[in-house]
């Protein structure tokens, strides 16, 4: 059974810095991609930055400059480095990451049940 924890979640000022953790444990063959997305308060959930096995980064345009998302392959964890964070910056941030549970399963996508981050101004 995979699962994917985060952790760092929390209370952070605005203009101040956080950093997320999502580690993946179980039966894993590999992990491609892998993400963090937040879900804000009544809205849908949104990709916040993205990175495949080889290390390449996409963001979402709000976030652009002031997050970073890293991986230890090692380790089959990905982080989210959130800099700046920007008042009313609140929800609940989700990792998810596509994993191959043997040499020829399929490429699954799973969730984490995710953490909070409370910004205050």
């Known amino acids: 059974q995979v699962q994917l924890v985060e952790s760092g979640g929390g209370l952070v000022q605005a203009g101040g810095s956080l950093r997320l953790s999502c580690a993946a444990s179980g039966s894993i063959f590999s992990v491609n991609n892998m993400g963090w997305y937040r879900q804000a308060p009544g809205k849908q959930r949104e990709l916040v930055a993205g990175i495949t096995s080889g290390g390449s980064t996409n963001y979402a345009d709000a976030v652009k400059g002031r997050f970073a998302i890293s991986r230890d392959n090692a380790q089959n964890t990905v982080y989210l480095q959130m800099n700046n964070r920007e008042p009313g910056g609140n929800g609940v941030y989700y990792c998810?990451?596509?994993?191959?549970?043997?040499?020829?399963?399929?490429?699954?996508?799973?969730w984490g049940p995710g953490a909070q981050v409370t910004v205050s101004s």
């Open positions: 998810n990451g596509e994993m191959r549970g043997s040499e020829g399963g399929r490429n699954q996508s799973y």
